[in-house]
């Protein structure tokens, strides 16, 4: 599933290079009608490739299931002015299936796949947000079983910059 935009975002992960605190939140059992989440701690590294046209994420989660190291690789394509998100852990092998969007004028990023979930086809959405100070920033992932009818927020991450 791809969304398309005629804004050039080339720059519109430069907010998230450095190292950040990330406070994770999740929910134990996605889709399942359970509202259980658990919390966890973890750091980020974020850096530029390529002249700002790609970056990559380096990501430690201190999960009440042990430590995990994950990476995400965000690929900017100037044609279609929008961005593909890989993600990868150490546990589980690199997702192959890219998220894949764009930021609005008001720097919310939207980005979306299809996938299957627990033998389940689903929608993934992720959503960037930012505070304009630049020393906070916020991920969301929600899946949906209705092609984006309706959304289960399932992941929240809560950047904050490291000093």
């Known amino acids: 599933m791809e969304t398309q935009t005629t804004r050039d975002g080339r720059h519109d992960f430069d907010f998230l290079y450095g190292t950040w605190r990330v406070h994770h939140r999740r929910r134990r059992?996605?889709?399942?009608?359970?509202?259980?989440?658990?919390?966890?701690?973890?750091?980020?590294?974020e850096r530029p490739l390529w002249g700002g046209l790609a970056n990559l994420e380096e990501m430690t989660l201190d999960s009440p299931t042990g430590r995990l190291n994950g990476f995400?690789?965000?690929?900017?394509?100037?044609?279609?002015?929008?961005?593909?998100?890989?993600?990868?852990?150490?546990?589980?092998?690199?997702?192959?299936?890219?998220?894949?969007?764009?930021?609005?004028?008001d720097g919310v990023g939207m980005f979306?796949?299809?996938?299957?979930?627990?033998?389940?086809?689903?929608v993934c959405r992720f959503i960037w947000t930012r505070e304009r100070s630049m020393r906070c920033a916020r991920f969301e992932q929600a899946f949906s079983l209705n092609?984006?009818?309706?959304w289960e927020t399932n992941w929240i991450m809560t950047f904050h910059r490291r000093v």
């Open 29 to 45: 059992h996605p889709l399942s009608g359970c509202d259980d989440w658990y919390e966890f701690g973890g750091t980020s590294i």
């Open 147 to 150: 092609g984006g009818a309706s």
């Open 112 to 122: 979306l796949d299809e996938e299957v979930y627990e033998g389940r086809p689903i």
């Open 72 to 105: 995400a690789l965000r690929m900017y394509d100037a044609t279609k002015n929008q961005w593909k998100i890989y993600w990868a852990t150490d546990a589980g092998g690199l997702v192959t299936v890219p998220t894949v969007g764009a930021f609005d004028d």
